[in-house]
């Protein structure tokens, strides 16, 4: 059974920074492209950042860029966002998603390349 449990989020003020993690069990991690994303009260779910399997290639939404660092470490089952200059716009529930090999071909900012997900970290940024 494959778990992802997000963990890190909160209510924070404008300019400050967040440290999102997601624990994954029951498939392998490092055979796992890891993505980041969000929703927003009445918006659809939107990419943030996503990372290879090794973790040598990152990728980004614009909105975040420059603010916000995708890592993880194979070692601990973990992947990571770092999130610095805050923004209230960045008010959303944060969600991991372990990639399948299966939608490989389907581009990383997708949801549908990703075959599991976490139930969610609120972030709540208060301007």
């Known amino acids: 059974q494959v778990q992802l449990v997000e963990s890190g989020g909160g209510l924070v003020q404008a300019g400050d920074s967040l440290r999102l993690s997601c624990v994954v069990s029951?498939?392998?991690?490092?055979?796992?492209?890891m993505g980041w994303f969000r929703q927003a009260p009445g918006k659809e779910r939107e990419f943030v950042a996503a990372?290879?399997?090794?973790?040598?290639?990152?990728f980004y939404a614009d909105s975040v860029k420059g603010r916000f660092t995708i890592s993880r470490d194979n070692a601990k089952n973990t992947a990571y966002l770092q999130m610095n200059s805050l923004k209230p716009e960045d008010t959303a529930v944060y969600y991991c998603a372990a990639g399948d090999p299966r939608y490989s071909i389907i581009p990383r900012a997708s949801p549908a390349r990703y075959g599991y997900w976490g139930q969610g970290t609120q972030v709540t940024v208060s301007s």
């Open positions: 990372i290879s399997r090794s973790g040598g290639s990152t």
């Open positions: 029951g498939r392998s991690f490092s055979g796992s492209d």
